[in-house]
C-alpha cells in the first residue's frame, strides 16, 4: 500500500518526489518503473481490447500479449533511455551518474503512465469519454514533461537551460529510435 502512496505523491508533487531521490535509492526508482510500467501497460490492453471488442475479434489472449508486451517495453525503453540520459547528462556536463538519469526518466513516465490507464477507463464512458481521456491525457503528459525537466535539473546538477538541451536531445533520440526501429522491422518484412 505504501508503494501506491509513493506512487501517487510521484505523480502528483514531483518536485518533492525528486528531493526524495536525491539519496542513493535504486529499489525506489525500480519501484516506480514497475508501477508506472504496469499502470501504462494496463491502459494500453485496455484500450486494445476496447478496439478489439469493437471490432468482434475480443479474445483474453490480445489482452495478456498486449501487457505483457507493453510492460518488458517500457521497462527496457526506460533503462535504454536512462542510458542514453546519462551520456547526454555527461557531455553537457551534468554530474550525475545512471541512476539520477534513471530516476529522471521514470520520473516522466509516472504521470502519464496513470493518465493512460485513466483515459482507457473512461472510453468506456459514451460521449464524453474520449473528450475527458484526452484533456487527461494532455495533462498528465504535461506533468510528466515538467517533472523530466525538474528530476534532470536537480539530480543532474545542471541549470535549467541545461535541463532543457538535455531533454531535448533525449527526445530527438527516442524519435531517431522509433523511426529506426520501424524502418528496420519493414526491411525485415520486405527481406531485405
Known amino acids: 500500500m505504501e508503494s501506491l502512496r509513493d506512487y501517487w505523491l510521484s505523480v502528483r508533487d514531483a518536485a518533492s518526489s525528486v528531493a526524495k531521490h536525491r539519496k542513493h535509492d535504486l529499489h525506489r526508482t525500480l519501484k516506480l518503473l514497475m508501477l ?7 491502459g494500453v490492453g485496455i484500450f486494445v481490447s476496447k478496439l478489439s471488442l469493437q471490432a468482434g475479434v475480443f479474445t483474453t489472449n490480445i489482452f495478456i500479449g498486449m501487457f505483457l508486451t507493453v510492460f518488458s517495453s517500457v521497462i527496457l525503453l526506460s533503462l535504454g533511455l536512462g542510458l542514453v540520459h546519462e551520456f547526454v547528462s555527461a557531455a553537457l556536463g551534468g554530474r550525475g551518474r545512471y541512476y539520477e538519469s534513471l530516476t529522471s526518466v521514470t520520473f516522466f513516465f ?79 518484412l520486405i527481406g531485405v
Open 36 to 42: 508506472s510500467s504496469f499502470a501504462f501497460s494496463l
Open 110 to 188: 509516472a504521470a502519464p503512465s496513470l493518465g493512460f490507464f485513466v483515459a482507457s477507463l473512461l472510453l468506456f464512458v459514451p460521449y464524453i469519454g474520449m473528450l475527458l481521456g484526452s484533456f487527461i491525457i494532455a495533462l498528465t503528459f504535461g506533468m510528466g514533461l515538467a517533472a523530466l525537466y525538474r528530476a534532470t535539473k536537480d539530480l543532474a546538477r545542471v541549470d535549467m537551460v541545461t535541463s532543457y538541451v538535455i531533454v531535448s536531445v533525449l527526445t530527438i533520440s527516442f524519435f531517431v529510435m522509433l523511426y529506426a526501429a520501424l524502418l528496420f522491422n519493414a526491411a525485415s
